[in-house]
């Protein structure tokens, strides 16, 4: 079964440089989501993307951004890398339905590394 | 979002049922019970959900007592590939088409030979 594409799966950076990251979703799911993971910590929400539209806000500094295309692929951009920045990014993608909470299935990840 | 307790870390043998109870006192009435794995640097991966008393799938079950204030996921004869985090997650629907998983401090658990 097709599952979550992320690229790059790896990516290094130089402080206050720029980095895109892609995530691609299951076919036919609509609900895009992303989370940060630091070293030894916990997955982290950042924000998500339902039809194209954001549709919530966690932790995600001013300095990122993100948004999700008409073929329903999200990226997020981070300007201004900072040291802390480093860390593994999960996208996940889930089919939006009524009832209980969808399942939401994580992409490999993106592990960025900011020196 | 209703906060979780659970174990730090767990250990168990080979061939054994383990059982990771997760403590949830302020659970709300329409909050769900999930639980994800996770191995090291992998995304995580669903494995349970559940409302009220018992799911069962092929993996594992999920037990909730009728007070909903705490759930067990249940394992049952683990193998060395079973080492992974696990997270409980209690939450709700937080907005149009949006889940937000909000993870807590997960079980280390280690499958010994």
């Known amino acids: 079964a097709a599952g979550v594409i992320q690229s790059p799966r790896h990516l290094i950076k130089e402080k206050r440089e720029t980095a895109t990251l892609k995530c691609y979703p299951i076919?036919?799911?609509?609900?895009v989501y992303w989370y940060q993971q630091g070293p030894g910590q916990d997955p982290q929400f950042l924000i998500s993307f339902y039809e194209k539209m954001q549709s919530d806000k966690g932790s995600i500094p001013d300095r990122f951004s993100a948004q999700q295309f008409s073929d329903y692929h999200s990226e997020l951009n981070m300007s201004s890398l900072e040291l802390g920045d480093s860390a593994l990014y999960f996208c996940?993608?889930?089919?939006?339905?009524?009832?209980?909470?969808?399942?939401?299935?994580f992409g490999p990840g993106t592990r960025l590394t900011v020196l | 979002l209703a906060k979780t307790t659970q174990p730090i870390s767990m250990d168990s043998y080979e061939g054994q049922e383990v059982n990771i109870t997760c403590s949830h006192n302020n659970i709300a009435t329409n909050d769900y019970i999930t639980w994800y794995q996770q191995f090291p640097s992998q995304g995580p991966r669903f494995i349970i959900q559940g409302y009220k008393t018992k799911v069962t799938n092929e993996v594992a079950s999920l037990f909730i007592p009728a007070d909903r204030k705490s759930s067990t996921l249940s394992l049952p004869r683990v193998s060395l590939s079973d080492t992974a985090v696990y997270y409980c997650l209690v939450g709700l629907y937080s907005g149009a088409g949006s889940y937000q998983l909000t993870f807590g401090k997960g079980t280390k658990l280690s499958v010994i030979p």
């Open positions: 996940a993608s889930s089919k939006d339905s009524t009832g209980p909470p969808d399942t939401q299935y």
């Open positions: 076919p036919r799911h609509d609900t």
